[in-house]
């Protein structure tokens, strides 16, 4: 949601085309850099209300802004987009948030702000019948409250600044102002072939007739086609590639398999059969195995690789977040024991020169293993026989991401994990591009996954807390902004004494990173992370006491 986590402040963004393409976590990421264009761009100062907890803001000028940023007044709110009135408190369903929300005046002074118990289930969904309803009654227009000085792009000229409106033998005229003091006068009634420009930054405005636009439209147009073409021809080939298949070590693999220290799930045991059988065919693997945290994916990728490494074949694992990437390299090390694979990681916690010796030894053939970021993408990394590729999380890669290793070898086996497939993957699984092995039993002795989603109320933090360190557990409490971050730790430590607290993001420093994960692992410490890497005391399972 676009408010912080103690609900001091609201983020109300108007019914716009350009708002409604967002998806919630935008407006998340991009908090910052909203309020900071409030301050010089007039489309953000129309569009956005910011509002705090012990403000003064007036009640009437509130609800009359409200009805001109798009949004229907009703007697009880049921989705986005809706807003109501009773007395001094103001319910609201921000386009912008997940839930709707509640502000409590007291005369014209905000006394406080909390979500309300009324959800959207289907974010795009909601969305799409706003935008269908904007386009029907013409409620909002790009060029509503357009003033001089701000920028409109044309669609045949390109970017340009709006030096306002001018009528020239009895017709009205937008003008245009491009460098140079070029100008384009653009006649009312013509203004689809208008929009307005939108950024966090002022854009570069070219000469009327210069070549920049259709070349920068060109490029735009030629890069999806490309990307899209490759995507085809990959998918095409790949029909037609062949590799030698796999054989295997049933020693070696009866050593791997019995000292797994539990039971292997029934379907944990059919996913790793699906994938033995790809990998025995001469064709390319290509399967996604999805289940839930805890429910064993990181043993089906450790048998998997084990199949490419006693193939003398190397495996390249991509995780999303330099800790999971740790924790992966960690498991494996500790599951290949004795067995005579090579395993390295490379990520920023390596120094250089240890990048450089790794690097040299991927080349080389030396490495079996390699485990990291996206830094294995780098063009500096040069495998000497690589052909598994397992990727981690891989609804966090974009697509030229998780195909850019196979344009260098289109013979590549592909092993992607996921506890929730992105939309595309699922398309791609259903239309036989991909195989899929679920894996919706969880193991002996644990329960399925149960996900609570409640207000904020400390009183429910700290019992869930408690509940966790008398079994002996760990936390992690997951906290979604680094400068906040320190805050998050102490106002925890008052809520749970007792705890030993340490907190860890993507922008320590190494000898800090690292530091803390060790005392993480080693000790029982509650996290107030910024990524969400797993653990192995961390309860995956059980309900949470109300």
């Keep these: 949601m676009a408010q912080d986590k103690s609900l001091n402040k609201l983020l109300i963004v108007s019914i716009t085309p350009y708002f409604l393409e967002k998806q919630v976590f935008w407006f998340d990421e991009n908090l910052d850099e909203i309020l900071q264009s409030t301050k010089t761009q007039s489309f953000f100062q129309d569009n956005t209300i910011f509002l705090k907890k012990g403000q003064s803001h007036n009640l009437s000028g509130l609800l009359r802004k409200l009805d001109e ?71 909002f227009s790009d060029l509503k409250n357009i003033k001089p000085d701000d920028y409109l792009v044309h669609l045949d000229h390109g970017v340009a600044k709006f030096s306002g409106m001018e009528k020239i033998k009895d017709h009205e005229y937008y003008v245009l102002e491009y460098a140079q003091n070029d100008k384009l006068f653009v ?27 259709q070349n920068t439209k060109r490029k735009i147009k030629e890069d999806v086609e490309k990307l899209a073409k490759e995507l085809l021809d990959l998918y095409a080939k790949k029909e037609n590639i062949t590799r030698s298949s796999y054989i295997n070590d049933n020693e070696l693999e009866n050593e791997l398999t019995t000292s797994f220290l539990y039971q292997e799930t029934p379907d944990q045991i059919q996913a790793i059969e699906d994938i033995k059988n790809d990998l025995a065919k001469d064709k390319p693997m290509d399967r996604i195995v999805c289940g839930d945290v805890g429910f064993g994916k990181t043993e089906v990728a450790i048998r998997t690789a084990f199949l490419a490494g006693i193939n003398n074949r190397q495996t390249a694992i991509i995780c999303p977040t330099t800790i999971l990437a740790n924790q992966h390299f960690n498991n494996f090390k500790k599951r290949f024991g004795a067995l005579p694979f090579n395993i390295s990681l490379i990520s920023r916690l390596q120094t250089k020169k240890e990048q450089k010796k790794i690097i040299k030894e991927v080349k080389e053939g030396n490495i079996d293993i390699l485990i990291g970021t996206h830094r294995i993408l780098s063009a500096d990394i040069e495998f000497k026989n690589l052909q598994l590729l397992i990727i ?65 109320n400390k009183k429910i933090i700290q019992q869930a807390i408690h509940f966790e360190l008398q079994r002996n557990g760990q936390v ?71």
Aim: proline residues 7%; hydrophobic residues 35%.
């Design 187 to 213: 006649p009312l009634g013509l203004e689809r072939k208008l929009s307005r420009y939108v950024g966090f930054s002022n854009p570069v405005v070219s000469r009327l007739g210069s070549a920049l636009w």
């Design 476 to 546: 992690y409490f997951l906290h979604n902004k680094i400068q906040t971050i320190e805050k998050t730790k102490s106002d925890l430590e008052k809520l749970v004494p007792e705890a030993t607290i340490s907190y860890i993001h993507g922008r320590m420093d190494e000898k800090e990173f690292r530091f803390a994960q060790c005392k993480y692992h080693y000790h029982r410490r509650c996290f107030a992370p910024w990524t969400f890497p797993g653990i192995p005391n961390k309860r995956k399972s059980g309900k949470i006491p109300h």
């Design 392 to 456: 981690d999380d891989e609804q966090r890669f974009g697509v030229k991401q998780k195909e850019k290793l196979r344009q260098k070898n289109p013979s590549l086996d592909i092993l992607s994990l996921s506890a929730t497939p992105i939309p595309r993957t699922i398309y791609l699984a259903l239309s036989s591009f991909k195989n899929i092995s679920l894996m919706q039993t969880p193991p002996q002795g644990r329960s399925a996954i149960n996900t609570n989603i409640l207000p904020y």
């Design 69 to 139: 940023m798009g949004y229907e007044r009703v007697f009880t709110i049921q989705a986005p987009g809706e807003f109501s009135q009773k007395g001094g408190v103001i319910d609201i369903f921000p386009i912008n948030t997940n839930q709707a929300m509640r502000l409590d005046f007291l005369g014209n002074n905000i006394e406080n702000i909390q979500p309300l118990n009324i959800k959207v289930e289907n974010e795009q969904n909601a969305k799409d019948i706003l935008k269908k309803k904007l386009k029907s009654q013409k409620l």
